[in-house]
């Protein structure tokens, strides 16, 4: 019963941080609205792989190496700021662009490199790690199995995938695609702007 009650627990505290907006938000949904469908799926296969890993991280004490060595998630933050900030520039110089006509004939490795994509955006944000370490230590049981922990990484998964599922498939309509192609310079403008904030709001971070 407690170790149900853990699961559950990570589960809500995920929830709460994977469907607050952010990098991983904009990245999938502004794929979602522009592209091909299988395109946003593999955006979000990325993104949930990345909530994945840091949650893995997370178990194996990522968050006190990084409090051991402060200057290692300094270099790491900056980086995935930089990168962060790096994706809304685009938007933002592309906002004003036509939207290409979506094509069928996208290859494999339009595919990976769409994961790609996915991953590093969620890879590029180091805080997700002390997130995850945060809501397994505080849920996780002393003393805890295995098993119990690769059920909690399994619960943070399990809710990414759900949630950003959820988005693709909601975002990626026709009626969504027209509204967006309508409305493109100011979408893309605003997710160019979000994006650059949260970039350099993480470059201003102290923590």
Known sequence: MESIYAVLTVAAIAAMGIMSPGPDFLAVSNTSVTGLRRNAFAVASGVIFGNGVWAGAALLGVSALFALFPSLFLVIKMCGA???????????????????????????????AMFAKGLSTTMANPKAALYYASALSSAAPENA???????????????????????????????????????????????????????????LSRS
């Open 82 to 112: 930089a990168y962060i900030a790096w994706l809304g520039i685009q938007l933002l110089r592309s906002a004003s662009k036509p939207l290409p006509v979506s094509t069928e004939s996208a290859n494999s490795s339009s595919i990976w």
């Open 145 to 203: 199995s295995l098993l119990l922990l690769s059920s909690m990484v399994a619960a943070v998964v399990a809710i990414a995938a759900i949630w950003f599922s959820i988005v693709v498939l909601v975002l990626s309509t026709e009626r969504a695609g027209n509204a967006f192609r309508r409305f493109k310079i100011y979408f893309e403008s605003l997710f160019g702007v979000l994006l650059l904030a949260f970039g350099i709001r993480q470059l």
